[in-house]
Nanobody, 122 residues
Framework: QVQLVESGGGLVQAGDSLRLSCAAS????????MGWFRQAPGKEREFVAA????????AYADSVRGRFTISRDNAKNTVYLQMNSLKPEDTAVYYC???????????????WGQGTQVTVSS
């Protein structure tokens, strides 16, 4: 079982950048695909980005493509989400999650972090 802890959230202005980190414990981290999801109040959790266990392939939601970048450092057991040109509609709780296979679907992820709040003011 992999334990995940997100950090790096905060309050920023529109157009600013923010880097989220997800620290993982467990020796199986390097073999598991990872994803970032977000959930705004009153809305369902939605896919943001995913990355294969090797980092060779990535996927992004249309709403963040070109602005966000997912990456991982398996030696540090950490996955990152670099967020640039932030918009007020990016405001949400951001979660990292681990999956048994590369996927863009929420239901395919079986291990979740506690989430970190990102608030973007206009």
């Amino acid at each position: 079982q992999v334990q995940l802890v997100e950090s790096g959230g905060g309050l920023v202005q529109a157009g600013d950048s923010l880097r989220l980190s997800c620290a993982a414990s467990g020796r199986t981290f390097s073999s598991r695909p990872m994803g970032w999801f977000r959930q705004a109040p009153g809305k369902e959790r939605e896919f943001v980005a995913a990355i294969t266990w090797t980092g060779s392939s990535t996927a992004y939601a249309d709403s963040v493509r070109g602005r966000f970048t997912i990456s991982r450092d398996n030696a540090k057991n950490t996955v990152y989400l670099q967020m640039n040109s932030l918009k007020p509609e990016d405001t949400a709780v951001y979660y990292c999650a681990a999956s048994r296979s590369y996927s863009l679907r929420t239901r395919d992820y079986d291990n979740w972090g506690q989430g970190t709040q990102v608030t973007v003011s206009s």
